[in-house]
């Protein structure tokens, strides 16, 4: 019985040595930031703005900031959510101002109602009053209020 004793105790202690002993560390991987460019999909447009306030990840792409001749101005918006129904109409919600004081509302949220993912155009006008509101504006502002958030902002520099 002695004989075994201390074949078995040697064996622990090798085994409990072993399994203690610190591992190399492994070089530390980047880890991708949640909202940045490269994660959201391999064609992103740099016009592109996010707003991931809440529990909405908002994508707004100006979809013709320079063609000053068009009717109205378009811009593609992506909704993506895990835990809210995205079926709020976001025309009645979204304001487009230059920083020349002129504003303008949205006139039509063209999208499906519903679900947890949703892309539509928002579409606003491009005249005010008779003129294009892009008259002496530097800056143009989408401003989108009480959708799972305050207010979410998105702004452009114009050439």
Do not use: Y
């Amino acid at each position: 019985m002695k004989r075994l004793i201390i074949p078995i105790l040697l064996i622990l202690t090798l085994a409990i040595t072993a399994c203690s002993a610190a591992s190399p560390s492994l070089p530390s991987q980047p880890q991708a930031d949640p909202v940045s460019t490269e994660s959201i999909s391999p064609d992103f447009d740099p016009a592109t703005r996010m707003d991931d306030q809440g529990a909405i990840i908002f994508e707004v792409t100006p979809l013709n900031l320079d063609q000053a001749t068009a009717e109205t101005f378009e811009f593609n918006i992506v909704l993506t959510t895990h835990s809210i129904d995205l079926s709020m109409d976001l025309a009645a919600t979204a304001t487009l101002e230059t920083d020349a004081g002129v504003s303008v509302d949205s006139t039509l949220w063209d999208a499906p109602r519903g679900g947890h993912h949703v892309e539509g155009k928002l579409i606003f006008p491009m005249t005010a009053k008779g003129k294009s509101i892009l008259d002496g504006a530097t800056k143009l502002t989408l401003t989108i209020t009480d959708v799972d958030a305050p207010t979410r902002i998105f702004e452009w520099e114009l050439k």
